[in-house]
């Protein structure tokens, strides 16, 4: 697998975001809903990395940049046929340690309190992300959970 930062112009990263759009849309409600678009995702202070295996896009995740020494976790997303084959997990260590050589010393994010993101819950515990409350703009929401970590 071949982790990299992806310009997000290929139709190919372009589909694999709209489906993951999709996908979070019949998940959440809708003004629960904090999956960024593509358009979004191309904003400065975005850097996305996209995991693949071969030409296939098997993963992907982002940060944003809220200051100085804080970014929050994006976009994470694996291939839904390849769950839980340790491509969440490769490319979390890489991001981490990406964000921690770009000089961010703390990296929070929101997924969601349904129990469809369960796994993704274990995994952010897994590598050192403490529940946390809202941070940034976010609002107390009952469909997110909030979680941090320093780098």
């Not at 979070?24 to 979004?40: E, G």
């Not at 850097?47 to 030409?55: H, K, L, P």
């Not at 819950?121 to 809202?134: N, S």
Request: aromatic share 8%; with cysteine.
């Amino acid at each position: 697998m071949r982790i990299a930062v992806d310009d997000l112009s290929g139709p190919q990263i372009a589909r694999f975001l709209a489906d993951h759009l999709r996908q979070m849309r019949s998940l959440t409600p809708l003004d629960s809903k904090h999956a960024l678009d593509l358009d979004a995702l191309r904003r400065p202070g975005v850097t996305f990395w996209s995991a693949r295996e071969d030409d296939a896009v098997v993963g992907c995740g982002a940060i944003t940049r809220l200051d100085a020494h804080h970014a929050e976790l994006k976009s994470m997303r694996t291939e839904p046929t390849r769950t839980r084959s340790g491509i969440a997990s490769r490319l979390l260590a890489h991001i981490l340690t990406e964000t921690g050589r770009l000089g961010f010393t703390r990296l929070s994010l929101e997924t969601g309190a349904a129990d469809f993101f369960l796994p993704a819950r274990k995994l952010y515990e897994k590598f050192g992300f403490d529940y946390c409350g809202p941070f940034a703009d976010y609002r107390p929401d009952p469909n997110s959970v909030f979680m941090t970590r320093t780098l």
